[in-house]
C-alpha cells in the first residue's frame, strides 16, 4: 500500500522567495497533519485538516504559512515569502480517524533549505 | 514546564544491554500516549502505543503513571538496529475549542554499541 507522498524531498532555495511543499495522504484518510521539525523545537504541529477542511491552524508560525486542501488526495503548505529561519524538515501525516489510540502515518518529510 | 518532556541522552549503551526511558507531560487531562521511534534522517514512526495497565511487545515494554504524569519505554537486549531516536507522544485529545492535540517529545537518542 502506498503511505504518505509527500514532494520535494529536498528543496533549496534564497530567501524571499515562494515554497510550496506538497502531500498525498493515504487513501481513506480523513485527517492531514502538517509538522515542521527543527533540532531546537523538536516536532511542531502547525496545522490539521479533517475532511479537507482545516481544523486547527494555531501552530502556523507566521501568515507567510498558508496551508490548503482542495481534495481528499492533496495538500499544500505554501511559505511566501520564505526566510532562513524557515530551513527544517517539514512532516505531512494523515490518520485514519481521531480515535485515541490511532497512530499517525508520516511522509518521508521535505527538508527545506533557505538560504 | 514544557508540556512532553524527555532526556535528549545520548544514551550509549553496548549490545545486549537494557535501557529505559522516562517522559514526562504536563496535561493530567491527556488521554493516550505513544512512543515513536525515528532513524536519521527518516520519518517518525509508531513503535508502540502505552496502556494503562502497561504492555509488552518483544523486547519492548511501556508502562505509564497516571499519578506522576510519565510513561516510560524500557528496551531489553539492545540491539544494533535499535540505535534511533526515540520519541514520546502525548494526545490530550479535544480542547474546548474543538482542536485536537498532540504533542511530541523532542526525542531520546539511543546508540547501541557493538
Known amino acids: 500500500d502506498a503511505g504518505v507522498i509527500q514532494s520535494p524531498r529536498h528543496e533549496v532555495t534564497e530567501m524571499g522567495q515562494e515554497v510550496t511543499l506538497r502531500c498525498k495522504p493515504i487513501?481513506?484518510?480523513?485527517?492531514l497533519f502538517w509538522y515542521r521539525q527543527t533540532m531546537m523545537r523538536g516536532l511542531e504541529l502547525l496545522i490539521y485538516?479533517?475532511?479537507?477542511?482545516?481544523?486547527?491552524d494555531s501552530g502556523m508560525p507566521e501568515d507567510r504559512f498558508s496551508a490548503k486542501m482542495p481534495n481528499a488526495s492533496f495538500s499544500t503548505l505554501k511559505i511566501q515569502p520564505s526566510e532562513p529561519r524557515d530551513s527544517a524538515v517539514y512532516f505531512c501525516?494523515?490518520?485514519?480517524?481521531?480515535?485515541?489510540?490511532?497512530?499517525?502515518?508520516f511522509g518521508d518529510g521535505t527538508r527545506l533549505s533557505i538560504l | 514546564r514544557k508540556e512532553v518532556e524527555q532526556d535528549p541522552g545520548p544514551f550509549n549503551v553496548p549490545e545486549g544491554a537494557t535501557v529505559a526511558f522516562n517522559c514526562t507531560y504536563s496535561?493530567?487531562?491527556?488521554?493516550?500516549f505513544f512512543w515513536y521511534r525515528q532513524d536519521c534522517r527518516k520519518e517518525p514512526k509508531l513503535l508502540m502505543s502505552v496502556y494503562s495497565s502497561g504492555n509488552e511487545d518483544g523486547r519492548f515494554t511501556a508502562q505509564l503513571n497516571r499519578a506522576s504524569q510519565y510513561i516510560s519505554l524500557l528496551i531489553r537486549d539492545s540491539k544494533l538496529s535499535d540505535s534511533a531516536t526515540y520519541l514520546c507522544?502525548?494526545?490530550?485529545?479535544?480542547?474546548?475549542?474543538?482542536?485536537?492535540?498532540?504533542?511530541f517529545g523532542k526525542g531520546t537518542k539511543l546508540s547501541v554499541i557493538p
Open positions: 485538516f479533517n475532511n479537507n477542511v482545516p481544523i486547527d
Open positions: 487513501s481513506g484518510h480523513d485527517y
Open positions: 496535561n493530567s487531562a491527556s488521554q493516550s
Open positions: 507522544v502525548v494526545n490530550s485529545g479535544y480542547s474546548g475549542a474543538g482542536s485536537y492535540q498532540l504533542t
Open positions: 501525516a494523515s490518520s485514519p480517524t481521531m480515535a485515541a489510540l490511532d497512530p499517525q502515518h
